[in-house]
């Protein structure tokens, strides 16, 4: 059962415009949200977080904002820009007992067009 | 710079042979984990530490073993190698944040 969801394998934007990516969890212990950014044969980068008693958190061209009560969060990402271009992983915790456990969705690969 | 070192970065084995990755920090984090990356899986929890000798099970934990002797190295071993466990390794630590920092990654591939 895959508690966290990214049902856009991908997604294509023109440079300068909005990308926006979602992600659906199914578990209602779930306080922490994290967004993490990977590029090919590197390891997975955190980009920016949220916790439960927030419905927006923002850093620079990136915010995350989430709707607890449709179990939906979404990153946006504005301008984007061509260095964009990598997979993004909506990830998931437990705050309360879960030993810092991250659980991740599949994945969203976002290419940003020049 | 979280300081995390894995060895291999890359390794080709055959089916039925042991290997051993290895992750290093080189702060004395407390918490170290073990992730494989799968086309069309995302990441998924192979086993995870919250200190010396202290492992736990994640989602995806058959068929491997981890052992942790040493607060700075946390392995992973494979003991009988299958074509299924081709992926990518990555190894994980928490700074006690929420976040996880992440090393490179270890590509197995079983032949």
């Known amino acids: 059962d895959q508690q966290v969801k990214q049902n856009s394998p991908s997604l294509s934007v023109q440079e300068g415009r909005i990308s926006i990516l979602n992600c659906d969890y199914t578990n209602s212990m779930f306080d922490y949200f994290l967004w993490y950014k990977k590029y090919p044969a590197e390891g997975p980068t955190f980009l920016i977080s949220?916790?439960?008693?927030?419905d927006k958190n923002e850093d620079g061209r990136f915010t995350v904002f989430l709707n607890k009560s449709a179990k939906h969060l979404s990153l946006h990402i504005v301008p984007s820009q061509p260095g964009d271009s990598a997979v993004y992983f909506c990830?998931?915790?437990?705050?309360?007992?879960?030993?810092?456990?991250?659980?991740f969705g599949k994945g969203t690969l976002l290419t940003v067009n020049p | 710079d979280a300081g995390i070192t894995q060895s291999p970065r890359h390794k080709v084995t055959e089916t039925g042979t042991p290997v051993t990755l290895r992750c290093h920090q080189t702060?004395?984090?407390?918490?170290m984990y073990w992730y494989r990356q799968d086309p069309g899986h995302g990441l998924r929890l192979i086993h995870y530490?919250?200190?010396?000798?202290?492992?736990d099970k994640g989602e995806v934990s058959d068929g491997y073993s981890v052992s942790r002797s040493k607060t700075e190295d946390f392995l992973l071993t494979l003991e009988s190698a299958t074509s299924s466990q081709t992926s990518v390794y990555f190894c994980?630590?928490?700074?006690?944040?929420?976040?996880?920092?992440f090393g490179e990654g270890s590509r197995l591939t079983v032949l």
């Open positions: 702060e004395n984090h407390r918490y």
């Open positions: 990830a998931a915790s437990d705050s309360g007992g879960s030993n810092y456990k991250l659980t």
């Open positions: 949220i916790s439960s008693i927030k």
């Open positions: 994980a630590i928490s700074v006690g944040t929420g976040e996880l920092f």
């Open positions: 530490s919250y200190g010396v000798k202290d492992t």
